[in-house]
């Protein structure tokens, strides 16, 4: 530290030390904006920022809170896999959906063989179902509304994922959220259909994965960059997720759920900032496998 500054009868007076002259000019900032002129001067490696002495012990004790209060600024980053990638696997997805509904009205009998149902699944141990459910749609409405919430949802959760591991964790809690359903209505005569779980597990990803970045932080990110995504997810639920008979609300709420737990798990464990493009595509292909496979199950 500069020795003249040290000495009383000085007019100015040393308030911060900083390793470079950004972090000291910052500093400065909140001088300038209690109206009080700075100077920054380069010492034996430091940057000294200098003030009125008249003002010092004010601007010191406003430095140091301004860095309190920006401590965690800039937040960390999301690790978003990808700034731009295909679109093709969610377009595709649409387009079975579309398929399965001609399909299936072409050949009624699609229906009762695919859709979730907790006699067939819990009683006669047809597993397939809880997959081949998610491709089938009641009508055209239905089919349309769900075509929608795929094509902005979940396109938006492979923003975060990637494409693979995006539509991996879509299927697998869609798949869970009809299992469950299937379980815990046992014994009854229980039976659901429609993508619906998918986009409510792409709606629990979007608001799941911020949460996950916060929990991996070492230094907590401002908390309305998980508050805000979190609970507007949550509001969306509550606003689409309900409805009288035949809305499948538990399927909803499951899938929901189901996709907030594996969004908080993979940004915790930052799984989707370490898969190279292989390993994505090798996600891919096993929902490929899946849809296909549990299909032929059911028809065959």
């Known amino acids: 530290m500069s020795d003249r500054y040290e000495e009383e009868e000085s007019d100015y007076a040393v308030i911060g030390s900083y390793p470079t002259a950004a972090q000291a000019h910052d500093a400065g900032l909140t001088a300038l904006a209690c109206g009080q002129p700075y100077w920054v001067e380069h010492v034996e490696g430091r940057y000294l ?27 960390r980053s999301l690790d978003i896999s990808a700034p731009s990638l295909s679109k093709l696997p969610t377009v595709a997805f649409v387009a079975v959906l579309v398929f399965v509904f001609w399909a299936q009205n072409q050949y009624p009998d699609l229906k009762e063989l695919g859709m979730n149902s907790s006699e067939a699944v819990v009683q006669d141990g047809e597993w397939w179902r809880i997959v081949t459910a998610v491709t089938l749609h009641g009508d055209i409405g239905h089919l ?12 938006l959760c492979c923003r975060y994922m990637g494409n693979g591991l995006a539509w991996f964790s879509i299927i697998l809690a869609a798949s869970l959220a009809n299992f469950t359903n299937a379980l815990l ?17 792409s709606l629990g990803i979007l608001a799941g994965f911020p949460v996950g970045a916060y929990f991996r932080s070492k230094e907590p990110i401002q908390s309305r960059d998980w508050l805000v995504p979190f609970f507007g997810g949550c509001v969306l639920f ?46 891919l292909s096993l929902v490929g496998l899946a849809l296909s496979g549990c299909w032929a199950r059911a028809i065959l």
Request: avoid cysteine; hydrophobic fraction near 45%.
């Open 49 to 75: 920022l200098v003030v009125s002495r008249n003002e010092a012990t004010r601007l010191r004790k406003e430095v140091a809170a301004t860095e309190r209060t920006n401590r965690f600024w800039p937040p």
């Open 144 to 155: 349309a509304g769900n075509l929608m919430g795929i094509s902005i949802f979940a396109y």
């Open 185 to 201: 209505n046992a014994g009854e005569s229980y039976s659901s259909l429609g993508a619906s779980t998918a986009v409510f597990a």
């Open 238 to 283: 509550a606003w689409m997720g309900g409805g009288d008979f035949p809305t499948d609300v538990a399927g909803h709420f499951w899938s929901f759920g189901y996709g907030i737990a594996l969004a908080i798990s993979i940004s915790w464990t930052a799984l989707h900032a370490k898969l190279k493009q292989w390993q994505q595509f090798l996600f």
